[in-house]
């Protein structure tokens, strides 16, 4: 039987958290923070997202409040006794001179599943944001499942960022190609958001033989990467984080 499941979060400037609503395979629990920043974890409550689920998360940073949400394991998508495809959506708002750091751990595409996901990101004008996604294209030793995945961002009410990216037997041909992954099996982007950049906008560069930083039309900038596993891919973010 599919799962539907909405699971939502609502950070202050004060570092309340007046919504914290857990909701099907998403148990949220506040945990210890570094620095000025709420922190909340996503833990797994079950197996999820199996085919033919419905889920998603919605976090609302109010003016003034700094949040961190990251997630106490990969999220693993597996085939499920429902036919179909599974959804995961995401939805993210940032108020005026707030922070939202959304750096969960990996998505992994088991063989046979079939996921489509959707962030969707509003932000204030005086808003910042450090988000990064990693999809790992399947287990050790097997095919990867089917994945669509579409991240939109709007800044102060105008279009700052709109990508689709299609993996596995279901994607259009070429996904795996020389010109595409050249059979890496982990996947992802970083984005930064950041008034500073509208006086000190970044250099566009290549950052070693598989990812670049791209600066967008707006105070962002957004590093695209592919790496042979989970781990080169999540040294690559991490060392342009400490930068």
Known sequence: MSVQATARIAATRDGALPVLESAGPFALRRTRAAGPYTRVTVVGAMSAPLGGDRLAIEADVRDGARL?????????????????EATYDITLKVGEEAELRWLPEQLITARGSELRTHTRVELAATARLVLREEQILGRSGEDTGTLTTRLTVHRAGRPLLDQELAYGPGAPGGWDGGAVLAGHRAVGQLLVVDPEFTDKPAEPRRLGDTAVLTPLAGPAVLVTAIARDALSLRRLFDEVLAT
Request: proline residues 12%.
């Open 68 to 84: 961190h949400v990251d997630s106490a394991a990969a999220t693993v998508a597996l085939p499920g006794r429902t036919p179909g």
